[in-house]
């Protein structure tokens, strides 16, 4: 699995608890998501169509450093099919795991299109 993105635990991302806010948790994966399938799939109108069951495994405090990794599992026809887990960057424990997170590539009008990828690319084999 490749960690992308890092992220810096501040006070408003805090529960009442003192740890991190699922929620907030939860958005910045998704916004990885849309972002890393936007950029495979070339289509800026590629949104969340599915999230399968979420696993907390543990929690994150203020000053932790937590990193998003993504993983793709398949490309469908106008879909693509990632797998997620959120650790300490620090410490390398999980702090959350998605299995299956389904992004959907739209048209103009809001359909699915499809978008003929069947392979992970790197944008800079793009620019040769």
Not at 46 to 71: L, N, P, R, W
Not at 89 to 106: F, G, H, N, P, Q
Request: net charge neutral.
């Amino acid at each position: 699995m490749r960690f992308h993105t890092r992220k810096w635990i501040k006070p408003e991302d805090l529960n009442p608890n003192g740890t991190l806010f699922g929620g907030r948790l939860l958005e910045w994966i998704d916004e990885e998501c849309a972002l890393y399938s936007i950029v495979q799939l070339e289509n800026p109108k590629t949104v969340t169509k599915y999230m399968s069951e979420i696993d907390f495994k543990s929690s994150a405090h203020q000053g932790d450093i937590v990193e998003i990794g993504i993983e793709v599992q398949k490309f469908g026809t106008a879909s693509l099919t990632l797998k997620c887990e959120v650790r300490n960057k620090m410490t390398r424990e999980s702090i959350i795991t998605i299995d299956k997170i389904v992004m959907v590539a739209l048209d103009e009008n809001g359909k699915p299109k499809p978008h003929g990828k069947t392979e992970v690319e790197f944008v800079k084999d793009r620019l040769k």
